[in-house]
C-alpha cells in the first residue's frame, strides 16, 4: 500500500474514533423524555427532586413520611413504583394469555416506606 492512502485510512480511523466518543458522550447525558421511560436508577438520576415530587404527586404514590429528603429516596420510590407497575403490566399479559381466574395483588401489598411531607 503507498503511504498516501495509509496516511488517509489513519486520518479516518482517528475520526471514526473522535465521532464514536462524541456519539457516546451525546447518549448518557441525555435526559429521558418522561420519569416513566426511564429504564434504571441512573437515568432517574438525571430528574430534579420537584420533578420526582411531582410525579409522586401525581401517581398519588402512597408513602410513608421521609425524615431527610434526599434525592436517592426519591429516586428509589419512584423506581419501585415504575418497576411495580411494569411487572403488573406483564402479569396482566400472561394472566390473560393464559385465561387464568387468579385473584390480582391488593394494593396494601405495595405499601411504601417513605414519603415527602
Same mark, same amino acid.
Given at each position: 500500500? /503507498? %503511504?498516501?492512502? #495509509?496516511? !488517509?485510512? $489513519?486520518?479516518? @480511523?482517528?475520526?471514526?474514533?473522535?465521532? *464514536?466518543?462524541? =456519539?457516546?458522550?451525546?447518549?448518557?447525558?441525555?435526559?429521558?423524555?418522561?420519569?416513566?421511560?426511564?429504564? /434504571? %436508577?441512573?437515568? #432517574?438520576? !438525571?430528574? $430534579?427532586?420537584? @420533578?420526582?415530587?411531582?410525579?409522586?404527586? *401525581?401517581?398519588? =404514590?402512597?408513602?410513608?413520611?421521609?425524615?431527610?429528603?434526599?434525592?436517592?429516596?426519591?429516586?428509589?420510590?419512584?423506581?419501585?413504583?415504575?418497576? !411495580?407497575?411494569?411487572?403488573? @403490566?406483564?402479569?396482566?399479559?400472561?394472566?390473560?394469555?393464559?385465561?387464568?381466574?387468579?385473584?390480582?395483588?391488593?394494593?396494601?401489598?405495595?405499601?411504601?416506606?417513605?414519603?415527602?411531607?
Amino acid at each position: 500500500m /503507498s %503511504k498516501s492512502l #495509509l496516511s !488517509k485510512i $489513519s486520518k479516518l @480511523e482517528k475520526e471514526l474514533a473522535d465521532l *464514536k466518543m462524541e =456519539i457516546g458522550k451525546t447518549a448518557k447525558s441525555a435526559k429521558p423524555k418522561g420519569i416513566d421511560k426511564c429504564e /434504571s %436508577k441512573d437515568e #432517574l438520576n !438525571k430528574f $430534579s427532586v420537584s @420533578e420526582l415530587k411531582e410525579y409522586i404527586k *401525581k401517581k398519588k =404514590i402512597n408513602v410513608k413520611k421521609i425524615t431527610e429528603k434526599h434525592k436517592a429516596d426519591f429516586v428509589e420510590i419512584v423506581w419501585k413504583y415504575i418497576n !411495580k407497575s411494569d411487572s403488573e @403490566e406483564e402479569s396482566e399479559e400472561s394472566e390473560e394469555s393464559e385465561n387464568s381466574d387468579e385473584s390480582e395483588e391488593s394494593e396494601d401489598e405495595y405499601e411504601w416506606y417513605y414519603y415527602y411531607s
